[in-house]
């Protein structure tokens, strides 16, 4: 029985851990994940634009936000077109 009562944890164990897995995939893939990214490259780039004294900081931070934004985009696509190149 004991043996029986190892396997029942150990499968609670990997169900744990793949809910963890699961919920963390969830958030990586999430826009809202993506929308914060933004926010903070955009907050960044148009606080350190403003430091250095560029003309329109804030303005002029709006590139490499949607920059990185649309990258962030294309990624899966590119993902599963490695992922198919590879097998």
């Known amino acids: ?3 029986l009562q190892q ?3 150990e499968i609670d164990k990997i ?3 793949n809910a963890k897995v699961e919920s963390d995939k ?3 893939t ?3 994940r993506r929308l914060l990214l933004m926010l903070f490259t955009y907050i960044a780039i148009g606080t350190y634009m403003y430091a250095i004294n560029v003309e329109r900081p804030w303005l002029n931070a709006i590139i490499p936000a ?3 934004m649309l990258s962030t985009l ?3 696509f590119f993902k599963e077109l490695w ?3 590879r097998k």
Do not use: H, I, Q
Request: proline letters at 4%.
């Open 83 to 85: 992922l198919k190149c």
């Open 26 to 28: 969830a958030w990586e």
């Open 7 to 9: 396997l029942k944890k």
């Open 1 to 3: 029985m004991t043996s």
């Open 74 to 76: 294309t990624l899966p």
């Open 30 to 32: 999430s826009y809202t």
């Open 66 to 68: 949607v920059g990185f």
């Open 15 to 17: 169900k744990e851990r």
